[in-house]
């Protein structure tokens, strides 16, 4: 019965995916807006749920495979609170969308509790699963408008390189069976004692290293959960993907997708380096993918025309950034990378709730449209400029705090990762640029938009919640600090058990 | 046979998975028709499939086994979209070459 109580914010998301669902079947046409509120409430339900007893206790559950510990816990709330923001900015588009409202709010739930597993996993088996559900609800979003040849082609390459990557996760997952003969995560952290042929024992010098399928295991399995975070070299959907699709649900897929995979990345990373060898294997791996993708989103962003695509060339140059709190593989990487995803969650959606309102007035994501957005809507335009600031790391903003404590972090593992410390800071200067060129743009004197977007008033108190945070959350970041910080020291507590 | 070809060893069986996951990732990569890229990609799956029933004979286990009935589960809801996406793709352009599908680009 405690195995199932552990469970509950997971079970009360699949109830409110049939909940939705139903509700869709026997609500007459006009009253579907009750859908959008009925998504609205249950991601504040669940947010709820996590704070349970029994789940905020955390523990194990069903023979150690599932596992709720610090940093899942606060993974999941972060999933509630995008699922709640991005369902209220995306109610009006929805509401205008000619079919399947229904379906969209349905999906959204269903990649929500893939969401939620994905911070609870514990063995490969449920990780495969639980990120398939996320992933092909993602398919389905992406081409949700299923008469527009864009949106069509962002499904499309969504659809293909994600099982071209979860192919790789899968045969990596393979390898790592074969060398270690269980698919539980705690088999990568022992000291080799229980491994069959995982860890050969070095004749000469006596050390553990790692055998070659153990080794190509992993490497796969990080090349397939690059391609949720939007890592090199599985990164090419980005920009494409983000431009194409409906932009809520371009919201949600940089910021709920990417932080599904990074929970994984996170539990994997967390396992691995309470066994040095393994950590010792990736740690080049990570800094080398890690430095790539920064250069490879923050030069790609420079030329685009297009606020979407230069949005998604930027979440590939954020997620550089995690990256390399990543690679740094210590404790306080970890807690750094938890807290900068947490303040990407705030700053990124504001930015695409400004996104959604601009073009449904505009009908276009041409940057040349934000041309004096600020003297047509001033609060539109400063919520855009905030969230963009924040991105480039600008203080006061939260951005600045993680992005100098990420490279922090790196820089404290000395000579090694020495040269990505440099990486980091010269990619800070190139987003810097592009950023401000929107800025600028804002800000301008002739404003384009001669129509001023009406924003209601739910969307008003919630930009200006998230102007708010982002300055609060970057004058006195040692509020979330404390939170994500106790959140990963907490995340190997209960999750020891090698099985 | 076997005084001809020795014993088949787990090696042999991921060797093979090697090849058929091999093959199907050069069809992704190398072919133009979205239906055929579909089923390549299922070759690629399948290729780990046979890697995971290979190493669950060799370790003796089932864990292997019970996974490959996941993917066919996964892989099986991941062709169902697959198709409607491609069907949707056909409707607007007209056609399921991958070519069709380039206007998103920069």
Redesign the interface.
């Known amino acids: 019965m405690r195995d199932v109580m552990l469970l509950l914010p997971e079970i009360g998301a699949v109830a409110a995916v049939l909940a939705v669902m139903l509700a869709d079947l026997w609500l007459p046409k006009e009253r579907k807006g009750t859908l959008s509120a009925l998504a609205i409430a249950a991601s504040v339900v669940l947010l709820a749920l996590t704070f349970v007893p029994p789940v905020a206790q955390g523990g194990h559950a069903f023979g150690g495979s599932f596992l709720v510990d610090g940093m899942a816990l606060l993974l999941k709330r972060a999933f509630c609170v995008t699922a709640f923001l991005v369902f209220l900015m995306s109610r009006e588009y929805v509401a205008e969308l000619p079919r399947g409202q229904g379906e969209f709010y349905t999906l959204g739930l269903a990649a929500l509790t893939g969401m939620f597993l994905c911070a609870s996993v514990n063995d490969?088996?449920s990780l495969?699963?639980s990120l398939?559900l996320v992933t092909?609800s993602f398919?389905?979003l992406a081409?949700f408008k299923?008469?527009?040849?864009?949106s069509?082609?962002?499904?499309?390459?969504l659809?293909?390189i994600g099982?071209?990557s979860?192919?790789l996760l899968?045969?990596g997952?393979?390898?790592v069976?074969?060398a270690t003969?269980?698919?539980m995560f705690g088999v990568l952290a022992s000291d080799g004692s229980t491994f069959?042929n995982g860890l050969r024992t070095q004749a000469a010098a006596g050390t553990l290293v790692l055998s070659p399928e153990l080794q190509l295991g992993l490497f796969l399995i990080f090349l397939g959960l690059g391609f949720k975070t939007s890592a090199v070299p599985l990164h090419v959907w980005v920009?494409?993907?983000y431009?194409?699709a409906p932009t809520p649900v371009t919201a949600y897929l940089s910021v709920g997708s990417k932080l599904a995979g990074f929970a994984l990345m996170f539990r994997l990373l967390e396992v691995v380096s309470r066994a040095a060898p393994v950590a010792a294997a990736l740690t080049p791996f990570l800094a080398l993918v890690a430095a790539l993708t920064l250069f490879y989103g923050n030069l790609g962003a420079i030329?685009?025309t297009?606020i979407k695509?230069l949005l998604g060339y930027s979440s590939i140059g954020q997620c550089g950034y995690v990256l390399l709190g990543i690679a740094a593989a210590s404790e306080l990487g970890l807690a750094w990378a938890l807290f900068y995803l947490c303040a990407y969650v705030v700053t990124n959606l504001t930015v695409f709730a400004v996104i959604i309102w601009v073009a449904r007035a505009t009908k276009s994501h041409d940057i040349d449209d934000y041309s004096g957005l600020a003297r047509t809507n001033p609060l539109l335009g400063t919520a855009l400029t905030v969230g963009l600031l924040s991105l480039a790391g600008v203080p006061p903003f939260i951005g600045l705090v993680g992005k100098f404590f990420l490279v922090g972090s790196a820089f404290q593992k000395g000579d090694t990762l020495r040269w990505l410390v440099y990486v980091g800071l010269a990619n800070v200067v190139i987003a810097l640029y592009y950023y401000l060129c929107v800025v600028k743009r804002i800000w301008m004197r002739d404003a384009r938009t001669a129509v001023a977007p009406a924003v209601p008033l739910r969307m008003k108190v919630a930009l200006a919640a998230g102007i708010v945070a982002l300055i609060v959350g970057g004058i006195a970041p040692q509020f979330l600090d404390r939170v994500t910080a106790s959140a990963a020291a907490g995340a190997g507590i209960v999750g020891t058990t090698a099985r | 046979m076997d005084r001809v070809f020795g014993e088949i060893t787990t090696s042999h069986y991921v060797v093979l998975s090697a090849l058929i996951f091999a093959v199907g990732l050069c069809g992704v990569v190398t072919r133009r028709n979205a239906v055929v890229i579909l089923m390549s990609l299922e070759l690629m799956l399948n290729g780990a499939n046979l890697a995971f029933v290979a190493f669950s004979r060799h370790h003796a286990n089932l864990q292997g086994q019970v996974f490959v009935f996941f993917v066919i589960a996964v892989a099986a809801a991941e062709a169902a979209v697959a198709l409607a996406i491609i069907i949707a793709l056909n409707r607007v352009k007209g056609g399921v070459s991958i070519d069709d599908a380039t206007e998103l680009r920069g």
């Open positions: 490969f088996m495969f699963v398939e092909v398919f389905v081409a299923r008469d527009s040849k864009l069509v082609e962002a499904g499309l390459k659809l293909v099982s071209i979860a192919a899968l045969y997952i393979a390898f069976y074969g003969g269980t698919v069959e920009p494409d993907v431009q194409g030329p685009q297009n695509r």
